[in-house]
């Protein structure tokens, strides 16, 4: 399976930003569809956003304007800008990683962002 790493996670104050990063170790990054996905205590997983292979990019309405999904796959990662942060963005936020046919479907080990004061 592909191995994906996070980083960039810790506390920051309401308004305030992080940048994700997650980097992963496959020949064919650029084939593969990447997303963000976070889970908070009690909450189900949701997806944040998604980059795909041809570079179709979705956001979730809650993060829509504040957060921007970006790959590069010369370094073969996909990082999560996050600006404006709210206390209810604080999650457990895991990178994905899916090749076409979603033959298969990584996931990161999460890292913690926590939002606030």
């Known amino acids: 399976q592909v191995q994906l790493v996070e980083s960039g996670g810790g506390l920051v104050q309401p308004g305030g930003s992080l940048r994700l990063s997650c980097a992963a170790s496959t020949n064919n990054f650029s084939r593969y569809a990447m997303g963000w996905y976070r889970q908070a205590p009690g909450k189900q997983r949701e997806l944040v956003a998604s980059?795909?292979?041809?570079?179709?990019?979705n956001y979730a309405d809650s993060v829509k304007g504040r957060f921007t999904i970006s790959r590069d796959n010369a370094k073969k990662m996909v990082d999560l800008q996050m600006n404006s942060l709210k206390p209810e963005d604080t999650a457990v936020y895991y990178c994905?990683?899916?090749?076409?046919?979603?033959?298969?479907?990584?996931w990161g080990q999460g890292t913690q962002v926590t939002v606030s004061s």
């Open positions: 980059i795909m292979s041809a570079g179709t990019i």
């Open positions: 994905n990683a899916r090749s076409p046919g979603g033959f298969y479907n990584s």
